[in-house]
């Protein structure tokens, strides 16, 4: 197995909503070094693994998110990608819109 890290490609939106999923991939773009898993870190404190992720951000912002591909041979490569989030999720509480359960009587 050559001792280079894994090749790979990335995608994610290039902007989004807050309070919005999106959906980010990753694949290998190798046959060289296989790889072996993916890690995610979304720029606001969130980190998962796997190469079909989704996330919701919170806050309007520019994120940068940084993927991490480790293949079999345990060498790692890294790619940034740039959200740009924009809007509001509405942090309020609206007595009115509540509503209470009753029961069959």
Known sequence: MPDTAPVFDAHAPS???????LQLHASSDGADVPVLGYHWEFGDGVS????????????????TVIVTA???NGKSTRKTL?????????????????ERYRGVQ
């Open 15 to 21: 902007d989004g909503q807050a309070g919005v999923l």
């Open 48 to 63: 998962t693994d796997g190469a079909d992720v989704s996330h919701t951000y919170t806050q309007a912002a520019q994120y």
């Open 70 to 72: 480790t293949g079999l």
């Open 82 to 98: 740039a959200i740009s989030i924009t809007g509001t999720v509405p942090t309020v509480y609206d007595p009115a819109a509540k």
